[in-house]
């Protein structure tokens, strides 16, 4: 999976498709992929996140994120190229994955 830096246009449309294809609400946020999640529970948001964490080790690619109670936030980048890449995508896609 590719760690170079995507151009707007192409950070965009990856956007707009992760969105279409899975009903999200991703946004660009102190250039960061960004995502709030609520849980009816904090047993169900600890849950998310450990099926989250697995996928990311899978990926060698980690979140940035909180949970308070039920609720999780996510952003996305890769520190290494300075921005949103691929692999943030991916790893996004994954997230989603796992509500299903």
């Not at 246009?9 to 992760?18: H, I, S, V």
């Not at 279409?20 to 946020?29: L, N, P, V």
């Not at 996140?49 to 936030?73: F, K, S």
């Not at 996004?92 to 509500?99: F, S, Y």
Request: with cysteine.
């Amino acid at each position: 999976m590719s760690r170079a830096l995507l151009d707007a246009g192409e950070r965009d449309a990856r956007l707009a498709e992760l969105n279409a294809r899975w009903g999200g609400s991703w946004e660009i946020r102190d250039g960061k992929l960004h995502r709030r999640f609520d849980f009816t529970d904090f047993v169900q948001a600890f849950g998310f996140m450990t099926r989250v964490a697995l996928q990311a080790e899978r990926l060698d690619h980690h979140p940035e994120w909180c949970n308070v109670y039920r609720t999780v936030t996510i952003d996305l980048a890769t520190h290494d190229a300075g921005g949103i890449t691929a692999l943030d995508y991916e790893l996004a896609t994954r997230i989603e994955a796992v509500l299903e």
